[in-house]
């Protein structure tokens, strides 16, 4: 029997310098790195080969060995008794984890809850009011199994997504302590969500998610330093069609976090829910919004994501439906099932393409969160407007790439059915909504790539 060393005895190492002079010839005259050098968004230039000398030179990071990931099934939960129902016919179809969207506290936790297994069953809350005594009655309904609740308290996110408090700072914040000092353990969230969806690249992402996250540190090391070694932040980030990019932003981000705990003695683990971008989501030829999520969900299952929340290739002019909801669910469940995505964990550990890209993304999202806390840390920014500014210009970077056709988007500003008939198919108002009020702050903007091309199509169908 041949011995490993045998075996591969025919295949000797190649140099980077061996592999650069073989592409060079090929190329025969043409400059190698305006030919294959491209460069992304967050101005970091990728070659067109990497191999293990690549790794040489950087310090890596081993990752938490993660549990699996869960399928999440989101409910809106405006009537508890329906969305109970929608809930338990989402788990026997597969689901191993519920986000419920909740508009007020006058919702029947009881209600809500009625028959679900939570030992089996994780259950997240994305509750979009403050109030101490839900979260207590939440809690009593749920005393057993605490473990498999997240309720993602994230006054701050509230605060940059709407322009205001919930009530105002002191009162947000010792609303919070309270809420805290109930003793459950998954009670803070981070919605890096609204950063992506606004247009942030993927360093600001990471900056963003560390610097908010360490406005919640800072306010646990001062007022509730008992709970930093057990407290749970859980990061909902969205997840883009840069496959291998977005695999080293999770991966990124579990590292950055580990490191910033690290600082303040507090747990280095932390939650990432997982969920696709809606930034490149489009109206037309909306079937292609499936493909765009099928690969967004593999990204996030090979970046270690805990748990991915799957969006409906329709979830932008549909409301919710059996369909649309089915087939979000059942690209997770084949990937799970069919395609073995749950069977190796830290699956990308020693990829030498995606370990340099962690590791480039890392050094560049530590920088800029750096130069934000010397400029006052996160909430500071954002009463300066700084975080907003910041944001627009990226997301004005990204509009022109789309308009000029650099960024393509199938079906919408290449390879356009003129067939294609969407007026009469809005359930939903597809683009985005201002609302003239008051505000303490400028709300951040969550707003679609194509929307300004699908307002123009549709005035002429």
């Not at 057990?230 to 496959?243: D, H």
């Not at 009469?424 to 300004?452: A, G, H, M, Q």
């Amino acid at each position: 029997m041949m011995s490993k060393s045998e075996l591969f005895s025919d295949f000797h190492e190649i140099s980077s310098k061996a592999w650069k002079q073989k592409i060079q010839y090929e190329l025969q005259g043409e400059d190698y790195n305006k030919k294959l050098v491209w460069e992304s968004p967050e101005g970091i230039k990728v070659k067109p080969f990497y191999n293990s000398e690549d790794l040489k030179s950087l310090e890596l990071s081993e990752l938490p060995k993660g549990n699996g990931w869960n399928i999440a099934q989101g409910i809106y939960a405006g009537n508890a008794k329906m969305a109970n129902k929608k809930a338990l016919d989402a788990i026997t179809r597969g689901a191993e984890s519920i986000y419920f969207t909740i508009p007020s506290p006058e919702i029947n936790i009881t209600e809500l809850l009625d028959e679900i297994d939570l030992g089996k069953t994780y259950i997240h809350f994305n509750l979009q009011f403050l109030s101490f005594a839900f979260v207590k009655s939440l809690l009593a309904a749920t005393e057993n199994h605490h473990k498999k609740i997240f309720t993602n308290i994230d006054i701050i996110g509230h605060l940059a997504r709407n322009g205001n408090w919930h009530y105002k700072l002191d009162q947000d914040h010792k609303i919070l302590g309270e809420i805290l000092n109930l003793n459950h353990d998954q009670t803070l969230g981070v919605d890096v969500a609204l950063y992506g969806n606004a247009g942030a690249n993927m360093v600001q992402q990471l900056a963003y998610a560390l610097s908010h996250a360490n406005e919640y540190l800072n306010h646990l090391n001062d007022h509730h330093k008992d709970k930093l070694k057990s407290a749970v932040i859980t990061f909902k980030v969205p997840v883009g069609s840069n496959y291998f990019f977005e695999i080293a932003k999770l991966r990124s981000l579990r590292i950055l976090f580990a490191t910033l705990a690290n600082e303040y003695g507090a747990l280095e683990y932390c939650h990432i829910m997982a969920t696709p971008t809606l930034r490149n989501k489009t109206l037309y030829d909306y079937n292609t919004n499936m493909l765009r999520t099928a690969t967004e969900c593999m990204s996030a299952i090979l970046g270690e994501a805990d748990t991915v929340l799957n969006t409906p290739y329709d979830a932008i002019y549909h409301k919710d439906n059996e369909f649309g909801e089915r087939m979000a669910r059942n690209q997770l469940l084949i990937l799970k099932n069919e395609s073995y995505f749950d069977k190796v964990n830290n699956a990308a550990d020693g990829a030498y393409y995606i370990e340099t890209i962690t590791h480039q993304l890392s050094s560049k999202a530590l920088e800029l969160f750096k130069q934000i806390e010397a400029g006052g840390g996160f909430l500071v920014q954002l009463k300066e407007h700084l975080i907003q500014k910041k944001i627009k210009e990226s997301a004005t970077k990204e509009q022109e790439s789309f308009n000029r056709r650099d960024k393509i988007l199938v079906g919408t500003n290449k390879y356009a059915s003129r067939l294609d008939k969407m007026k009469d198919e809005l359930e939903l108002y597809p683009f985005v909504k201002t609302n003239t009020r008051k505000t303490l702050i400028e709300p951040i903007l969550e707003k679609r790539l194509s929307e300004e091309w699908e307002q123009e199509r549709l005035k002429t169908e």
